[in-house]
């Protein structure tokens, strides 16, 4: 039962490996039919990416609430839970955006002579997700309410909802704005901007299970819980940036009381 751990945070680095398996399979390509060449569209493949990292997103859940359970902790499960962290939600997300800043260049008139240094910016997802990954392994003083600067999790989840906005395009008016938008290379890069900012910053982004079962500690992740009840019927896989934008919002208001205590005993 002591490597169950282990081999949860390997289940998540197995799914990544597919999720980017399958983002490079998301284009058209040629194959032979009866001695004939035909057209075989791989966009779908795109969404099963999604689908994968959305999995191993649960394995990542899973795999340190059993650590806590069994009371199993090790220097091995720490770091091997931050690589496989770093291809799901980082190296995975990044091919999935390299392959929608590719869809949104192939749409323009000069599509043929776009050069690919254009598409490379989507892996600084990878790059600063790792960076990310690596500050927090060694900071030894990590709050109990909240982490400094986004947790890269959230960071795949969120891109790995775009593909599913486009799949859902005509199920609602939020969810084909987000999917039009999603069409441009600018909007591409101001989100890959914006996620590599948010993973390297200072900023305190509240953890989703609260340090203490009280409601001056809980309030935000009521509320959390509660838009998603309300966002999900109503906007289905468009809630999911939805939430993502409202975790942000909440993330910059929220202050545990210890932190208003300690910053008032100073003054």
Not at 20 to 40: D, R
Request: aromatic share 12%; charged share 10%; hydrophobic share 55%.
């Amino acid at each position: 039962m002591k490597h169950l751990p282990n081999i949860l945070t390997l289940c998540n680095l197995l799914c990544g490996c597919a999720a980017i398996a399958f983002a490079l399979e998301s284009h058209p390509y040629w194959a032979v039919n009866a001695s004939e060449y035909e057209i075989v569209f791989g966009t779908e493949q795109l969404y099963w990416a999604s689908v994968f990292i959305g999995i191993a997103g649960v394995f990542d859940l899973l795999d340190g609430a059993v650590a806590r359970a069994l009371k199993v902790f090790s220097p091995i499960g720490k770091d091997l839970d931050s690589l496989a962290d770093v291809i799901s939600f980082g190296v995975a997300p990044s091919m999935i955006l390299y392959k929608m800043l590719w869809a949104a260049y192939m749409r323009e008139p000069n599509a043929l002579s776009v050069s690919m240094w254009s598409m490379l910016p989507a892996f600084l997802v990878a790059c600063f997700a790792a960076l990310r990954l690596a500050r927090f392994n060694i900071n030894a003083t990590q709050q109990k309410w909240s982490f400094t600067g986004m947790p890269v999790p959230a960071v795949g989840i969120i891109v790995a909802s775009f593909p599913l906005v486009d799949l859902f395009y005509g199920q609602n008016a939020v969810t084909n704005k987000l999917a039009s938008a999603l069409q441009s290379k600018w909007t591409i890069y101001g989100i890959i901007a914006l996620l590599c900012w948010l993973m390297v910053s200072k900023l305190p982004f509240f953890k989703l299970m609260p340090a203490k079962r009280q409601i001056k500690y809980m309030w935000p992740q009521i509320i959390l819980v509660l838009a998603a009840a309300a966002a999900i019927p109503l906007l289905h896989v468009a809630a999911i940036p939805v939430l993502f934008g409202l975790y942000i919002i909440l993330s910059l208001v929220y202050r545990a009381p210890e932190e208003a205590t300690t910053q008032t005993a100073k003054i």
